[in-house]
Nanobody
């Protein structure tokens, strides 16, 4: 059974850090790109980052560039999102998702429609 399970969210003060994880099972993770999205209350789901199947290339939303880093360990079927210098506006439920491609297409990696499997999400709250 194909499954994506996020973990690592929590409550953190502004400027703090978290390491989010996405554990994949039921498929060979190194065949697919994995994306991270987030959704805040009352807002649309936003693409945050994407990593290619090999882990060689990654894309980031402008709002998180320089603060977030995506990585993957295909031997462990896990993708991580290191989130640093957190701001209150980063507060959201963070989701990982699997696309059907091996690369993150520059023009569309941030579109939720490109991903066909989703995890249940992990809450990140940035507040003092």
């Amino acid at each position: 059974q194909l499954q994506l399970v996020e973990s690592g969210g929590g409550l953190v003060q502004p400027g703090g850090s978290l390491r989010l994880s996405c554990a994949a099972s039921g498929f060979t993770s190194d065949h697919y790109t994995i994306g991270w999205f987030r959704q805040a209350p009352g807002k649309e789901r936003e693409g945050v980052s994407c990593i290619s199947s090999s882990g060689v290339s990654a894309n980031y939303a402008d709002s998180v560039k320089g603060r977030f880093t995506i990585s993957r360990d295909n031997a462990k079927n896990t993708v991580h999102l290191q989130v640093n210098s957190l701001k209150p506006e980063d507060t959201a439920v963070y989701y990982c998702a699997r696309a059907s491609s091996r690369v993150c297409f520059e023009s569309s990696w941030y579109r939720a429609i490109r991903y066909n499997y989703w995890g249940q999400g992990t809450q990140v709250t940035v507040s003092s």
